[in-house]
T-cell receptor, first 113, second 109 residues
Framework: DVKVTQSSRYLVKRTGEKVFLECVQD?????MFWYRQDPGLGLRLIYF???????EKGDIPEGYSVSREKKERFSLILESASTNQTSMYLC????????????FGPGTRLTVL | GNSVTQMEGPVTLSEEAFLTINCTYT??????LFWYVQYPGEGLQLLLK?????DKGSNKGFEATYRKETTSFHLEKGSVQVSDSAVYFC????????FGAGTRLTVKP
């Protein structure tokens, strides 16, 4: 069974902290994505990666960075967390072209106080 | 750029009612179209997809037809069940995936 796992379901951090969200997929997918999900806004793409060591900015990269040192792992980093980064974060992976089906993790609900 | 607009919710229906959730898109090329579903407390999962004009995607009684002339991909189901209560997302895939805002469906017994 295909699987995308995220390191935490719920996370509470303080303003200014550095936050790491980890995502691991076991499907040998080339492509990995980070989204944030907010009510009424749907999913917005933060960063994506089509290969190891490669990354591209999505629509809302400000305040975030990513790391992809291994094919199966894609990390989202909040360099200095702020309250407006309180959100649900979803990781996804896909094979082949990006237009193919994406497989999603269960999400991490991050609260920044 | 590419974008998706879907019907705002929430939508509340009685069991066995007919469901339509509208979705229209703007695209520069020839994207694939998707409907994803998110059940409470879970991530998104693919419900159905269509890769070219006039294709019909179907799954679990849900259907959607890729209409290039009206740039639409409306989701339909003839008879909804309580277990269909979820948030539904229309999405467009080309170089990346673009999602609509989501429509929350509640089905009451």
């Amino acid at each position: 069974d295909v699987k995308v796992t995220q390191s935490s379901r719920y996370l509470v951090k303080r303003t200014g902290e550095k936050v790491f969200l980890e995502c691991v997929q076991d499907m040998d997918h080339e492509n990995m994505f980070w989204y944030r999900q907010d009510p009424g806004l749907g999913l917005r793409l933060i960063y994506f990666s089509y290969d190891v060591k490669m990354k591209e900015k999505g629509d809302i990269p400000e305040g975030y960075s990513v790391s992809r040192e291994k094919k199966e792992r894609f990390s989202l980093i909040l360099e200095s967390a702020s309250t407006n980064q309180t959100s649900m974060y979803l990781c996804a992976s896909s094979s082949g072209p990006p237009l193919d089906e994406q497989f999603f993790g269960p999400g991490t609900r991050l609260t920044v106080l | 750029g590419n974008s998706v607009t879907q019907m705002e919710g929430p939508v509340t229906l009685s069991e066995e009612a007919f469901l339509t959730i509208n979705c229209t898109y703007t695209a520069t090329g020839y994207p694939s179209l998707f409907w994803y579903v998110q059940y409470p407390g879970e991530g998104l999962q693919l419900l159905l997809k269509a890769t070219k004009a006039d294709d019909k995607g179907s799954n679990k009684g849900f259907e959607a037809t890729y209409r290039k002339e009206t740039t639409s991909f409306h989701l339909e189901k003839g008879s909804v069940q309580v277990s269909d209560s979820a948030v539904y997302f229309c999405a467009l895939g080309e170089r990346d995936m673009r999602f609509g805002a989501g429509t929350r469906l509640t089905v009451k017994p």
